[in-house]
């Protein structure tokens, strides 16, 4: 195994600035989106009084849930001492930083009073999860940029693997704090359990290495670089795991909300639809959550038959629809529910559509908002991956599989 | 002109200057200390002394009135603009069925001012606030407008302003993009501590209302005073918090939810 040797990109290729010039198509309609809904308010979404968090909050918590999720890599390399990642260990911080960039962005755009994210930074309220994700998010940006120049900088090398166990931790904390955000609410049936921090660290390891996955192979095929079949298969082992402790987790979840009486309205709703109109919940997540985003991934993951990148780059696509599935359910199945303020009593008048569930369908604003955030991740990688080395110049087994024997010539 | 003469000029205008300046440098330590007076006026109101209440007969609130509701309204310069899912709402009637006995009664439903808000624990800024006399407001000026207070409150009390608002109330400043609920009427409250006589003290307005139709089904007061009426009428007959269950201590109470 040799030391790797990281080489930017050459982008100058037509295909490579078309890559720019789309995801700058998607950033500037977010942008466009976010300033319609800045000026005339957010009545010109679906978001309302009964749907608080819509779909910028799906592409928001989604994107930074990733972002820590795609740290993972480096910290396999680094904190678990495992070789056959190392070199790819730039790249992991690299897309864990863009995507917390793009995730913050869609978070803060959607804000009533986005102009006053300043104040969010200068007056804090400690017993608030948000206010400590505040300083999670900022922290994450700070450590982990850090460590990346800990990789780059030869001198600093010795220092990487103490600044990416830093690193790992605190992305530990960080995702605690985003799946408390709404584990510590205790007004809402579907919220209001503790497993939902831990749920979302599992969840972020799938999503995260999903996009992973899907960077790597679209970076390596389309600069016409080497990437090795035993990496590849490392790769796709580790998502096939990952998906199956996320099932795990979103298994007991449920079942401990089936086994209280008081949770059994927000279950049925959830997984029979029970109350809902078109079912909408329970299609997003048999189908979306648990069958495209898990089940289906962990065939072609596994099957005998299938070992190509295509199979994997399928099941990496399928498992970031299932994430935002996953969200979807989450965030805007809990707000649909109603709130139990009478329990044993049904509501039978209202002007403020108390006891019903509660109608959304994303607006194009919003749809575009949260696209715009996908895009500014992505063109953050796409344009640091030219100006930096972050790349090694190849992936190939021989250069970077520890394990590696030459094939022996037949005999 | 002599030398002397030059020289008392000089010294004129010296004085005349440093006069000057130092007026500037005092005056508005002198303007400012006249706004901190104002201000302790205003901020004596909340003492932790009262916890200011609220108490409804759901007997006495009659199906179909809506006067409590139509008074905030008017109050508070509240108006529907594009609808009830983004209108805000401060008060809201509803009327209940038990899914045991069939039986139907109405009540109105509006922030609980509770001792231990769930909105004031989640709010990452502390724009959602509870004054040291229990009243829960929000501070619209670092209201960032994330709506974590929607989600975390138990009673869906919060409104978020989903468009510009034209023509406010003085007493009751509002804005787009921030997320506001029942006040208890904090400016009525507020002007009955400059006023002695007990008896032009007003109640907030919902109540006031109730009081004036002849249903009399709401009770405002002060939860710390013995002597109130809301804590005569509470020892009575007693009172109960919606969601006794997530212990919050609720300042509303309702008599007859059964």
């Known amino acids: 195994m040799k030391k790797p040797r990281y080489l930017e990109l050459e982008g100058r290729s037509f295909g490579y600035y078309l890559l720019l010039v789309i995801l700058g198509c998607f950033i500037a309609t977010g942008l466009a989106a976010f300033l319609y809904m800045e000026h005339e308010g957010h009545w010109v979404t679906r978001m309302d009084n009964q749907i608080v968090w819509g779909t910028p909050h799906v592409f928001a918590v989604f994107l930074i849930v990733a972002a820590s999720g795609a740290l993972n890599i480096a910290s396999i390399s680094s904190v678990f001492g495992k070789a056959i990642y190392k070199p790819l260990a730039p790249l992991s911080a690299l897309l864990a930083i863009a995507l917390l960039a793009g995730g913050l962005a869609v978070l803060v755009l959607d804000l009533g009073r986005p102009e006053r994210v300043i104040i969010a930074m200068t007056y804090y309220n400690f017993k608030s999860i948000f206010a400590w994700n505040i300083i999670l998010y900022n922290g994450f940006f700070a450590i982990v940029i850090v460590y990346l120049w800990m990789m780059m900088e030869r001198r600093f090398n010795q220092y990487s693997k103490f600044a990416g166990l830093f690193a790992f931790l605190w992305r530990l904390i960080l995702t605690t704090g985003t799946g408390s955000i709404f584990g510590f609410l205790v007004a809402r049936s579907a919220y209001n359990a503790a497993i939902m921090a831990p749920m979302f660290i599992v969840l972020s390891f799938a999503y995260g290495l999903a996009i992973f996955n899907i960077v790597v192979v679209a970076a390596y095929s389309w600069s016409k670089r080497e990437l090795g079949a035993a990496l590849l298969m490392k790769l796709r082992r580790l998502l096939g795991l990952f998906i199956a402790a996320g099932l795990y987790f979103v298994a007991v979840y449920h079942l401990t909300n089936i086994y209280i009486t008081q949770h059994h309205g927000v279950e049925s709703f959830i997984l029979l639809g029970s109350g809902d109109t078109n079912k909408i919940y329970m299609k997003v997540f048999w189908l979306g959550q648990i069958l495209i985003g898990g089940i289906i991934p962990l065939l072609l993951i596994y099957a005998p038959a299938l070992k190509g990148r295509t199979s994997m780059i399928l099941a990496s696509s399928l498992v970031i629809l299932g994430g935002l599935s996953q969200m979807y359910v989450t965030i805007i199945g809990g707000q649909a529910f109603p709130l139990e303020i009478f329990p044993g009593k049904e509501v039978i008048e209202s002007s403020f559509h108390d006891g019903v569930v509660n109608a959304y369908s994303p607006s194009l604003p919003e749809a575009m908002l949260g696209l715009g955030g996908v895009a500014i991740a992505l063109f953050l990688v796409v344009f640091a991956i030219k100006v930096l080395r972050i790349l090694p110049q190849s992936l190939a087994d021989r250069e970077i599989d520890p394990h590696y024997s030459e094939p022996q010539p037949a005999a | ?258």
């Open chain 2, 1 to 258: 002109m002599s030398d002397d003469q030059a020289i008392n000029r000089d010294r004129r205008q010296f004085f005349g200057m440093t006069a000057a300046m130092a007026s500037l440098a005092v005056a508005p330590g002198v303007f400012l200390s006249q706004v901190k007076s104002a201000r302790a006026v205003a901020t004596q109101a909340a003492s932790d002394q009262n916890r200011w209440g609220m108490l409804i007969d759901t007997s006495k609130c009659a199906s179909g009135c809506n006067d409590c509701v139509t008074a905030c309204n008017k109050e508070n310069g509240i108006s529907g603009i594009h609808g009830t899912a983004t209108d805000a709402q401060w008060i809201r009637k509803v009327t209940l069925r038990d899914k045991l006995t069939g039986y139907v009664q109405s009540l109105p439903l509006l922030c609980q001012h509770c001792e231990n808000p769930p909105c004031v624990d989640v709010c990452p800024t502390g724009a959602s606030m509870k004054r040291a006399d229990g009243i829960v407001l929000v501070d619209k000026h670092i209201c960032i407008g994330c709506r974590y207070c929607m989600m975390a409150c138990p009673y869906k009390a919060r409104s978020f302003i989903h468009e510009v608002l034209d023509e406010q109330k003085a007493v009751a400043p509002r804005g787009k993009g921030t997320v506001e609920s029942c006040t208890m009427c904090v400016q009525r409250v507020d002007a009955n501590r400059g006023e002695e006589d007990k008896t032009k003290h007003r109640d907030p307005a919902c109540v006031e209302a109730c009081n004036n139709n002849g249903h009399k089904a709401m009770w405002f007061g002060d939860l710390k005073d013995p002597n109130s009426e809301i804590v005569a009428e509470l020892q009575k007959h007693g009172g109960q918090q919606l969601r006794p269950d997530l212990q919050l201590n609720t300042g509303v109470r309702y008599q007859g939810i059964n």
